[in-house]
């Protein structure tokens, strides 16, 4: 990772997010990818959506600190404990000190933002997707940072604003190696997908890192 690497702003009414088109190079990424792909133990969740269970239409594993438990669409997760690839990637992005202050008035511009657990999901192919939501659940707090690091197929994430119907969605392209940081009212604001495409052959691996009060 370069050390001058800057992120380059998302323009979200009401929310604040950077992107950081290449946080990996290329061969360290394919090298992560690699050993998440083997390493993890993927599951194929049920949800609760309208009363009914239903798989999801991705894999996902949930990692982090003894108690950082994660509780969603009728999910309880107990974290399983760090592998030391997913470690390393949580302590990295946690050293990029800016942006995680920015926007944050009881945080100076300076802090440190430090993750307990991260989702990560597993898309098998373009027929794999996640439904518009948000990142907002009560024990993330109520402006949580999501650290987002992308691995694998290229795939297009769109974002829409929860309230505003004056303000046009974003639809960004998230390739190998890159990160998106959310920060500020983001989650607070907008809703996020990864719609199914049947472009999209090869798999993609997310991680979503984030602090779980």
Known sequence: MSSDLVGARVALADGDALLFEEFLAPGEAD???ER??????????????FGRRIPTPRLSAWYGDPGARYCYSGL??????????IRELKER??????PFGVGDPNRSADAHCTYNSALLN????????MGWHSDDEPELGDRPV??????????????????????D?????????SLLIMYGDTQK????????????????INLTFRLVR
């Open 31 to 33: 090298t992560c990818f």
């Open 36 to 49: 998440l792909l083997s390493d993890v133990d993927w599951e194929q969740h049920l949800i609760r959506i």
């Open 76 to 85: 309880v997760l107990e974290p399983i404990p760090w592998l030391p690839v």
């Open 93 to 98: 992005i946690e050293s990029r000190s800016e």
């Open 122 to 129: 597993l898309y098998r192919n373009g027929s794999d997707s």
């Open 146 to 167: 999501i650290a987002s690091l992308s691995l694998g197929a290229e795939r297009r994430f769109r974002l829409k604003h929860r309230s505003r119907a004056d303000v």
């Open 169 to 177: 969605p974003v639809a960004l392209t998230l390739s190998h190696g």
């Open 189 to 204: 604001n907008w809703k996020h997908a990864l719609p199914k495409s049947s472009r999209v052959e090869k798999p993609r």
